[in-house]
Each structure stands twice: as C-alpha cells, then as structure tokens.
T-cell receptor, first 118, second 114 residues
C-alpha cells in the first residue's frame, strides 16, 4: 500500500541553524501539507501546497519557513534559522484531490520527523 | 481559539465493550470530518470520515455519527480491542474554500483493558 515517507526520523540542530525536512508524498497525490505537533499539544496545520505553489498557510508559517517541491517526488520544509520553540514533530501529509469544490478525500500522513533544537 | 474540541483527554474501556469518543466543533462551515488514530512516535493513521451531508458512516467495527445541529460527532468502536489503545484525533476541514487543511482536536487517549 502506498505511503508517505519522511526523512530523517530525528533531527537535532543548534538554535539559529537551518534545517530541511524531507517528505515523499504518495505518487499520484496532488495536494501536500505540513503539520507540526509540539509535545503534549495538538497537531497544527502549517502550510498546504498545490500546483507548485503555496495555497494556504497558517500564522505559524512565517518568513523563517519555506516549502519546495524540487522534483517530481520530494516535498521539503525548510526552517532558515531554528528557534527553541520550533522543537516538535513535523508531519507531512498528502491527498489525491477530488473534483469540485468540496474536499472529500483523505489526507495520509507520514511517520513524522522529530526536530530537536538545542 | 479551539474550533474542534475533544473534551475528554482520556477514556478507559474493557475489552469487548463499546468505546465512544466525542468531538464538538464550533464552525458551521466545516463540511468534512475525519478520525485519526495515533500511536506514540508515529504519524496519524486515517480511520474513518464523514461528509456533512451524511449523519452516519460505518466501516467494520468503527462508526462515526454526525449531528450537525449540535455540531457534534462521535466515533463508536464495537467491540473494543486492546490493539485499539491509542490517541484518537478528530479533525475537520472545508472552511472557506480551503484546500483541505485539517483542524485537529487535542485528542483522546483510549485505553482498552483486557
């Protein structure tokens, strides 16, 4: 069964360093997402991506964050200058996309990357 | 601003009995609801969903009920099994033409005791 994969599973970095989290969405999916979950808190939406551009982003997704689909398979999240409060699990998700304006298909999540900022 | 609320942080159920997990939402524009199950150190795993045009959806041991007038949905697991022990998240989408961005509740930790 196709699945979303993410690398690395755990990333440790120093405050102020840049990190790139990688995701390979399910191959025939068209919509891509990043979410994060700070320890003990709920899963929060960061950004959605469709047709090679950001379609929506949350207030968390500030200028320190960027996303890219550098080739036909990878989808990356970059944090330019990490802060302590960026420590969290970061989940990538994808969905196939349905016709019409209603969203009625499922988002599938990857296993996550645990980012620890020291 | 909690648009999706799961007011019970935990639930303990005996094996073989019914588990009922509840979720309330505040935004009447949501039109698609999902339940995810999550084990520690793993990503959320999709369980079941329901569109706002329905009031019930069933898949094996899992049934989701939607009460739009009350802005309430529930997940029933019958019969509950020890392997169902996990954190269950309710999620909603569909506000204002969004591209399916999910708004999650805080989760309910289900423990099914043998």
């Amino acid at each position: 069964e196709p699945e979303v994969t993410q690398t690395p599973s755990h990333q440790v970095t120093q405050m102020g360093q840049e990190v790139i989290l990688r995701c390979v969405p399910i191959s025939n999916h068209l919509y891509f997402y990043w979410y994060r979950q700070i320890l003990g808190q709920k899963v929060e939406f960061l950004v959605s991506f469709y047709n090679n551009e950001i379609s929506e982003k949350s207030e968390i997704f500030d200028d320190q964050f960027s996303v890219e689909r550098p080739d036909g398979s990878n989808f990356t999240l970059k944090i330019r200058s990490t802060k302590l409060e960026d420590s969290a699990m970061y989940f990538c998700a994808s969905r196939k996309g349905t016709s019409g304006t209603l969203v009625t298909d499922t988002q599938y999540f990857g296993p996550g990357t645990r980012l620890t900022v020291l | 601003d909690q648009q999706v609320k799961q007011n019970s942080p935990s639930l303990s159920v005996q094996e073989g009995r019914i588990s009922i997990l509840n979720c309330d939402y505040t935004n009447s524009m949501f039109d698609y609801f999902l339940w995810y199950k999550k084990y520690p150190a793993e990503g959320p795993t999709f369980l079941i969903s329901i569109s706002s045009i329905k009031d019930k959806n069933e898949d094996g041991r899992f049934t989701v009920f939607l009460n739009k007038s009350a802005k309430h949905l529930s997940l029933h697991i019958v019969p509950s099994q020890p392997g169902d022990s996990a954190v269950y998240f309710c999620a909603a989408s569909g506000v204002g033409g969004s591209q399916g961005n999910l708004i999650f509740g805080k989760g309910t930790k289900l423990s099914v005791k043998p």
